[in-house]
Nanobody, 115 residues
Framework: QVQLVESGGGLVQPGGSLRLSCAASGSLFRLYVMGWYRQAPGKQRELVAIITSGGSTNYADSVKGRFTISRDNAKNTVFLQMNSLEPEDTAVYYC?????????WGQGTQVTVSS
């Protein structure tokens, strides 16, 4: 069992930045594919970014060039640096850890981009 705890969400003005963190329990963190997903009101949950155990990354087209995913295996933590935030980025952001199905989810952290 892996527990994931997200932090770093909040209210930010358009054009601003936030850094999300997701701390994971357990000793196998370095093996997991870690991902950030988001769900806006009335919409399906969507992939934002993933990072493999080897450090390869992939991003949704809507966030490329603005968001950066990274991981610190020594601290069992994955990060999402979000720059140039837009109102359309408003959502609950969830951390995911995947090694074998079904994977694990955090409880989510709210990000609101508004003036």
């Amino acid at each position: 069992q892996v527990q994931l705890v997200e932090s770093g969400g909040g209210l930010v003005q358009p054009g601003g930045s936030l850094r999300l963190s997701c701390a994971a329990s357990g000793s196998l963190f370095r093996l997991y594919v870690m991902g950030w997903y988001r769900q806006a009101p009335g919409k399906q949950r969507e992939l934002v970014a993933i990072i493999t155990s080897g450090g390869s990354t992939n991003y949704a087209d809507s966030v490329k060039g603005r968001f950066t995913i990274s991981r610190d295996n020594a601290k069992n933590t994955v990060f999402l640096q979000m720059n140039s935030l837009e109102p359309e980025d408003t959502a609950v952001y969830y951390c995911n850890a995947f090694l074998i199905p079904p994977g694990y989810w955090g409880q989510g952290t709210q990000v609101t981009v508004s003036s």
